[in-house]
């Protein structure tokens, strides 16, 4: 069975800068549902949505974004004759890129 791109999960955002800003939204909320519930009470958990949310759903959703949204276009899987490379992407040529794995 063969994946597509729109078959897979994509947790990255469209900017590193964009993608920090969740990160820091979402582990403060978190954090904060906690650390501020013996001073207001239950009602700080309403952060965790808002945590969760900006997390995508979880800490390691997070994690995946962010290492997606570091690598997003430098990578490139080619396949060819039922054999699959991973090479390095070449930006500035339209040329085959440099490969890195070879099976």
């Given at each position: 069975m063969t994946t597509t791109k729109a078959d897979r999960p994509d947790f990255a955002s469209s900017s590193l800068p964009r993608h920090l800003l969740r990160g820091v939204i979402g582990f403060g909320s978190l954090i904060g549902s906690v650390a501020f519930l013996s001073t207001v009470g239950p009602v700080s958990l309403l952060l965790l949505p808002v945590?969760?949310?900006?997390?995508?759903?979880?800490?390691?959703?997070?994690?995946?974004?962010?290492?997606?949204?570091?690598?997003?276009?430098?990578?490139?899987?080619?396949?060819?004759?039922?054999?699959?490379?991973?090479?390095?992407?070449?930006?500035?040529?339209?040329?085959?890129?440099?490969?890195?794995?070879?099976?």
């Amino acid at each position: 069975m063969t994946t597509t791109k729109a078959d897979r999960p994509d947790f990255a955002s469209s900017s590193l800068p964009r993608h920090l800003l969740r990160g820091v939204i979402g582990f403060g909320s978190l954090i904060g549902s906690v650390a501020f519930l013996s001073t207001v009470g239950p009602v700080s958990l309403l952060l965790l949505p808002v945590g969760l949310l900006a997390l995508r759903g979880c800490p390691m959703c997070w994690t995946i974004g962010m290492i997606q949204t570091i690598s997003r276009n430098r990578l490139q899987r080619t396949c060819e004759d039922g054999q699959c490379r991973l090479a390095v992407a070449d930006r500035d040529h339209g040329e085959r890129p440099s490969e890195l794995v070879s099976p």
